[in-house]
Antibody, heavy 130, light 112 residues
Framework: QLQLQESGPGLVKPSETLSLTCTVSGDSISSSSFFWGWIRQPPGKGLEWIGSLYHGRISGVGDTHYNPSLKSRVTMSGDTSKNQISLRFTSVTAADTAVYYCAGQLRGYSYAYVPPPHYWGQGILVTVSS | DIVMTQTPLSLSVTPGQPASISCKSSQSLVHSDGKTYLYWYLQKPGQSPQLLLSEVSSRFSGVPDRISGSGSGTEFTLKISRVEAEDVATYYC?????????FGGGTKVEIK
């Protein structure tokens, strides 16, 4: 069973960079079976897709897709030695306060560009405040 | 971006009675490959979302058959044939036909 665990600071100051890590267990981030995504949820609000990363070895599969509204501030990457996916979010403001979820997106189902998030971490609350 | 609109915002249902949630998209969700990438999620209080349905009506592993999905084009419906206490949650639709992936605002289901 795939398990994902987010980690990082719970408090970030405005204008600083938020860095989060997702530790994956149960499969390799280099597995051809998954995309890896980040989704966030402001307190009491709905869900927003941040982006998805493919770290596998099937050629022709797009590597990274970002939400255009966030693309200028977001970078996702993978560390195979630690089996981790990272999210880097620059120039944060109070509007970036949210629970950030890491997700495994299973390629076994058909999809258009990226699979839907299937497996979710428990989420980490990040507050942006001075 | 494709805007997903869910109604109602909340729903109070007597146990054993049916419930229905509507999800409308601002554009057709039929992809050029002929498939419709509309998904439904459930988020129980204090928990992470769980995938219920893929491609409008295909149940994900472990989802009971009293939960079903239907619809086409821009209008979709999630139905719970007999609401149980474990169904208390917020339900979200999500489209994957075009990037960015976008979610509906959610429908909160409560038990009377």
């Amino acid at each position: 069973q795939l398990q994902l665990q987010e980690s990082g600071p719970g408090l970030v100051k405005p204008s600083e960079t938020l860095s989060l890590t997702c530790t994956v267990s149960g499969d390799s981030i280099s597995s051809s079976s998954f995309f890896w995504g980040w989704i966030r949820q402001p307190p009491g609000k709905g869900l927003e897709w941040i982006g998805s990363l493919y770290h596998g070895r099937i050629s022709g599969v797009g590597d990274t897709h970002y939400n255009p509204s966030l693309k200028s501030r977001v970078t996702m990457s993978g560390d195979t030695s630690k089996n981790q996916i990272s999210l880097r979010f620059t120039s944060v403001t109070a509007a970036d306060t949210a629970v950030y979820y890491c997700a495994g997106q299973l390629r076994g189902y058909s999809y258009a560009y990226v699979p839907p998030p299937h497996y979710w971490g428990q989420g980490i609350l990040v507050t942006v405040s001075s | 971006d494709i805007v997903m609109t869910q109604t109602p915002l909340s729903l109070s249902v007597t146990p054993g009675q049916p419930a229905s949630i509507s999800c409308k998209s601002s554009q057709s969700l039929v992809h050029s490959d002929g498939k419709t990438y509309l998904y439904w999620y459930l988020q129980k209080p204090g928990q992470s979302p769980q995938l219920l349905l893929s491609e409008v009506s295909s149940r994900f592993s472990g989802v009971p058959d009293r939960i079903s999905g239907s619809g086409s084009g821009t209008e979709f419906t999630l139905k719970i044939s007999r609401v149980e206490a474990e169904d208390v949650a917020t339900y979200y639709c999500m489209q994957g036909t075009r990037l960015p992936l976008t979610f509906g605002g959610g429908t909160k289901v409560e038990i009377k």
